[in-house]
């Protein structure tokens, strides 16, 4: 945990540029998103603040469970945020949903590579103890560890 003690977040070095890093994070996100053997695939993105962020995660057992939400920023190369407290209808209307956490995603130049921080804050003290609980540390870790392979393979 950081200082915000809703707060949860995974870091890893990966040794590839920084440009490299955000091209596979935001371009083959499918292939990292979930720990394995579980996968994501996205329904809808408009990569904008704003702009609907809709995926749909599939387990190995025929679970389904839709995450759809907004990006609150899209910084190129650098960042990307979201949250799950509001979904936009197929009108374009912004409604309430039920917010659990804003997410975000960072890209950093580290030396020789790059410094990737993927983090959730949340709404309350018991949504970030259900996060916890949920395994963020081991299932964001182990997407950190696939996007961490992708970039650094070949």
Not at 39 to 66: H, L, N, S, W
Not at 99 to 123: C, K, L, N, Q, S
Request: aromatic letters at 12%.
């Amino acid at each position: 945990m950081t200082d915000n003690a809703r707060e949860l977040s995974v870091t890893r070095f990966i040794a590839a540029p920084p440009a490299k890093v955000w091209q596979v994070m935001t371009d083959r996100q499918e292939e990292w998103w979930c720990p394995k053997p579980w996968y994501a695939k996205i329904d809808k993105q408009d990569r904008r603040a704003g702009g609907v962020c809709e995926m749909t995660f599939y387990g190995p057992d025929g679970e389904v469970q839709p995450q759809n939400g907004i990006y609150l920023a899209w910084d190129e190369g650098r960042r990307f945020i979201t949250t799950d407290a509001v979904t936009v209808t197929g009108s374009g209307d912004f409604m309430p949903a039920g917010p659990f956490m804003i997410g975000y995603w960072e890209v950093a130049p580290e030396g020789d590579g790059t410094r990737y921080t993927a983090g959730g804050r949340h709404w309350t003290d018991e949504a970030c103890k259900q996060h916890e609980e949920m395994g963020f540390i081991e299932g964001w870790g182990a997407c950190a560890d696939q996007l961490k392979a992708l970039c650094e393979e070949g």
